[in-house]
């Protein structure tokens, strides 16, 4: 009879268990983060005409880390006219949580304050790393990732740089709480896979295929044989690779005629 009793119960447990992780993991996703974005500027050859470039991410784009090799080589593209570009890195955030702060820490007069009260001519978006490690799903990295694109409407151009290749299944969550997330998460939203680098890239490329990228795999096509670019994470770049980063998406990003032509 008790035998009976806990069969018939146990679909039910095993329903309430489950309900109980998603329910705690919804609620540790909303955790916000304390520390404050990086803002970094970086002027090459100033002068009446510069041209202006906003970089927006995660950790790769903090702390100036790919300056002043990013508009030196634009510079250098632009035959010499004066480049002048910034990054705001928000360490640790995904998508979701890195636009919900943006719009909040920086409205549009404030973002273009940045540049004497101007629209970037070119925006680039460096985001979807955290997103793969933390498993927030490739719908939400879809979703968050167009609406960053249209939180920047009125500046010229912007580009997106598919998701670098890093070594997902080396991440180890900062806390308890951060490896109880993910792993409620990977199975929920990722078939418990760890490596989901191609799902979410695919997903983007599939729903919006207008959107502008600039293909991370010209510089670096998998993480394997490609260790010493990276720190012993596995997920950042060497202080050395970063300054090749910048020079490479100075090199891979699009140039209009009128920009060529305006020195």
Not at 133 to 151: C, M, N, P, R, W
Request: hydrophobic share 40%; net charge positive.
């Amino acid at each position: 009879m008790l035998r009976l009793r806990f069969a018939v119960l146990l679909p039910n447990l095993r329903r309430a268990f489950f309900l109980l992780a998603v329910v705690t993991g919804l609620g540790l996703l909303s955790l916000k983060r304390s520390d404050a974005p990086t803002v970094d500027c970086s002027l090459v050859n100033d002068g009446p005409n510069n041209y202006r470039i906003l970089v927006v991410g995660e950790s790769w784009a903090s702390d100036g880390k790919i300056f002043p090799d990013l508009p030196r080589t634009v510079s250098e593209r632009l035959g010499g006219r004066g480049v002048r570009a910034c990054s705001i890195g928000f360490n640790g955030r995904n998508s979701r949580l890195l636009y919900a702060e943006l719009r909040k820490k920086f409205p549009k007069d404030r973002l273009y304050s940045l540049y004497e009260g101007n629209a970037p001519d070119k925006v680039i978006l460096m985001t979807g790393v955290n997103d793969a490690i933390q498993h927030i799903g490739a719908s939400a990295y879809v979703e968050f990732t167009e609406k960053l694109v249209d939180y920047f409407s009125d500046a010229s151009e912007v580009e997106i740089v598919s998701i670098p290749r890093v070594n997902e299944r080396w991440f180890k969550p900062p806390n308890l709480f951060s490896l109880i997330k993910r792993t409620i998460f990977r199975c929920l939203y990722d078939g418990c896979g760890y490596q989901v680098n191609d799902v979410y890239r695919v997903a983007l490329w599939r729903d919006h295929p207008h959107l502008q990228t600039i293909e991370f795999d010209n510089f670096i096509d998998k993480f394997e044989g490609h260790e010493d670019n990276y720190t012993l994470d596995g997920v950042h770049l060497t202080d050395a690779a970063y300054h090749k980063y910048g020079s490479f998406i100075g090199s891979a990003m699009t140039l209009a005629r009128n920009d060529t032509a305006r020195r």
